[in-house]
């Protein structure tokens, strides 16, 4: 099993351009997220999807739009890209348990590196 | 409400050592307290996690302790080793948060040999 995996590893963009961060994982979890990692900031998510079909805003989706395109995939959408979206990108799933849908260990993916200059 | 404070920011231990990480939380609602590892160039993994009905958990060199009146828990690396040398996050989740974790800021630990 791969796990979660993310496409691509590392990415420059110019102010305004637009892209799409790619992650899948094959542990048919029900739940996956997006965080950004900042320095000194800790993990911020950004969206997440409890289950198949739904999505919702976590503490930063300003800027961002999310596609939960099967239970496998989930990707991350940067319209207009901007300097202040330089960051280490990480997608994780979790088995959905308890009330609310999204506790349980989550497991990450090795990351995306985007800078936008 | 949301936020978790962890403390310090960075952590040089020898080897043999001793690692002491802290965090604390305000929003009672919190019923999990996962600790997660990462290496360099790596994703966050879930290393030891604690619910509040226990004070202390500890799995090989790893213990959590958890102090509920004070709201605080923390992470105890004993015998640390340079393959410990990682940076450490702790998070909290439950009903105040919708069940979505709620990182810390991360400890970035240096074991020298």
């Known amino acids: 099993n791969a796990g979660v995996t993310q496409t691509p590893k590392f990415q420059v963009l110019k102010t305004g351009q637009s892209m799409t961060l790619q992650c899948a994982q094959d542990?048919?979890?029900?739940?996956m997220y997006w965080y950004r990692q900042d320095p000194g900031m800790g993990l911020r998510l950004i969206y997440y999807?409890?289950?198949?079909?739904?999505?919702d805003k976590g503490e930063v989706p300003n800027g961002y739009n999310v596609s939960r395109l099967n239970k496998r995939e989930f990707s991350l959408r940067l319209e207009s890209a901007a300097p202040s979206q330089t960051s280490v990108y990480f997608c994780?799933?979790?088995?959905?348990?308890?009330?609310?849908?999204?506790?349980?260990?989550?497991?990450f993916g090795p990351g995306t590196r985007l800078t936008v200059l | 409400q949301q936020q978790v404070k962890q403390s310090p920011q960075s952590l040089i231990v020898q080897k043999g050592g001793i690692s002491i990480i802290n965090c604390a939380y305000e929003?009672?609602?919190?019923?999990?307290f996962p600790w997660y590892q990462q290496f360099p160039g790596k994703g966050p993994a879930l290393l030891i996690a604690i619910r509040p009905d226990v004070s202390e958990k500890k799995e090989g060199r790893f213990t959590i302790s958890f102090n509920k009146s004070a709201k605080q828990f923390s992470l105890h690396i004993m015998d640390s080793q340079p393959g410990d040398s990682a940076t450490y996050f702790c998070a909290a989740s439950g009903w105040g948060s919708s069940y979505k974790l709620i990182f810390g800021s991360g400890t970035r630990l240096l074991v020298r040999p």
């Open positions: 994780a799933s979790s088995e959905r348990r308890g009330e609310g849908g999204t506790r349980g260990e989550q497991f």
């Open positions: 999807s409890a289950s198949e079909g739904t999505t």
């Open positions: 542990m048919n979890h029900n739940s």
């Open positions: 929003n009672t609602a919190f019923d999990y």
